[in-house]
């Protein structure tokens, strides 16, 4: 019901009011006023034209019921994204708990409704055992546009050690990709550093920084810039093995790593984890239908949703000026329109460095599709590893995944990371 519930939430954007001085915060809250009293033909009223399409009347109908009507409001705060004033404020509904973005334009016009669920707070992760055979040092991460808070996992003993730069999936993801309970990265991190591997992971940009984001942004800015600098931190760091650099790239950060190795110079191998073969515009219908047909069935609100998506999409393929807010996620079209001109496949087949492919076979966001795309395109080049029972995160599990699985307290396979671990100390 969640996940229906946050694929919904993520349909909406763009309310409009009146032409008035109102200040964002009035007109956010006349907005939740309107959907609170159940007046939804006036919250549509105030939707720009984008959005009066996207979230009819009816739609925010349904949605609202869904979320089992607000029970209090909390405190407004207001952050500038994308050039526009954002209200964003904690709503508790009879569902639970979530947050709302409300992106109000230049003509005090709502261009962006979310209501994002609310997740349980991850408790600390565990400290470094006094008998482990690696220490943990803060380190900054800076590519020229604002530092990035990290972590360098150093194994103990005399080096140089060779050492890997993890690179984060898409979103705004934390050093350790918390996920509920799970830390893929620091699982990685610290199995490789027990084995003698030094692993530098950071803070993701969008995450720590978002204010870097307000205008026209690519892929680079979000992520490859970042781990260059990484890996550079990395070559000029006492104790490490600057001829043995590696990335690790986990889901959209392996479909990066191969543009990262040749913008950087200076890796000697790429790991390719759960990475799509394909563009994420491709992607993205697939994993929605998956996770709406897990009952068997997709109903006509979810359906709404697949018909929004098809047409974000089809925007976002196009040459015309359009609203973040009626693209897939709600990111410019200059970053899709440049995503979409990288060929991960293409740039892996390009690069000299040896390339370790992980893919989990329970894995339902970047499926068996991308795994068969991979070793035809890699075969007799790359090692290549599909484990059975893993999921996106390189979790073991059982039956369909699922985004709920994610939430469950788990560990990424062993075999996984020792598989990384051979193969690492196994180059010349």
């Known amino acids: ?174 050093r350790n990709v918390t996920i509920g309970q799970n830390r893929p990265f620091l699982d990685v991190a610290r199995g490789l550093a027990a084995q003698g591997i030094a692993v530098l992971r950071y803070e993701k940009r969008t995450k720590v920084r978002p204010q870097d984001f307000s205008g026209d942004f690519t892929v680079d800015d979000e992520i490859t810039d970042d781990a260059v600098a990484a890996l550079a931190l990395l070559a000029s760091t006492p104790g490490i093995d600057a001829r043995h650099l590696y990335v690790i790239g986990h889901s959209q950060g392996g479909m990066i790593a191969p543009r990262i190795a040749t913008r950087s110079g200076k890796v000697a191998g790429v790991v390719l984890w759960s990475a799509p073969a394909r563009s994420l515009l491709d992607i993205m219908p697939e994993q929605h239908r998956y996770l709406f047909n897990l009952d068997g069935q997709i109903s006509p609100q979810e359906k709404a949703v697949m018909d929004r998506l098809d047409a974000q999409i089809a925007a976002a393929r196009g040459t015309e000026p359009v609203a973040p807010a009626a693209l897939p996620l709600g990111l410019p079209a200059h970053y899709w329109r440049t995503l979409e001109q990288v060929d991960p496949v293409a740039d892996a087949k390009a690069l000299s460095q040896p390339i370790l492919v992980l893919h989990g076979g329970r894995d339902f966001q970047v499926i068996d599709t991308d795994w068969k795309l991979w070793s035809q395109a890699l075969s007799g080049t790359a090692t290549l590893h ?30 996984l990371i020792d598989d990384v671990a051979d193969w690492i100390r196994a180059q010349p």
């Open 1 to 174: 019901m969640r996940t229906r519930l946050a694929s919904l939430a993520l349909l909406l954007a763009s309310v409009t009011t009146s032409a008035h001085a109102a200040s964002p915060e009035q007109t956010a809250s006349q907005l939740l006023d309107h959907l609170q009293a159940g007046n939804m033909t006036a919250a549509e009223a105030m939707f720009t034209p984008d959005m009066a399409k996207a979230a009819p009347a009816a739609q925010l109908q349904t949605l609202w019921q869904q979320l089992g009507g607000l029970k209090s409001r909390g405190p407004v705060r207001v952050v500038e994204q994308q050039g526009m004033p954002t209200v964003l404020q904690p709503l508790q509904f009879g569902s639970g708990p979530f947050n709302a973005v409300i992106t109000v334009d230049a003509q005090g016009r709502i261009a962006g409704l979310y209501f994002l669920p609310v997740q349980p707070a991850a408790p600390p992760p565990p400290p470094v055992p006094a008998d482990a055979p690696y220490r943990e040092s803060e380190v900054q991460i800076d590519s020229g546009k604002g530092a990035l808070p990290g972590t360098l996992a150093m194994p103990v003993g005399k080096g140089p050690f060779p050492a890997v730069v993890l690179v984060h999936g898409s979103g705004p993801q934390d």
């Open 386 to 415: 599909r484990y059975d029972q893993l999921n996106h995160l390189g979790i073991a599990g059982e039956g369909p995944g699922s985004i709920e699985e994610y939430s469950r307290p788990g560990h990424v396979d062993k075999k």
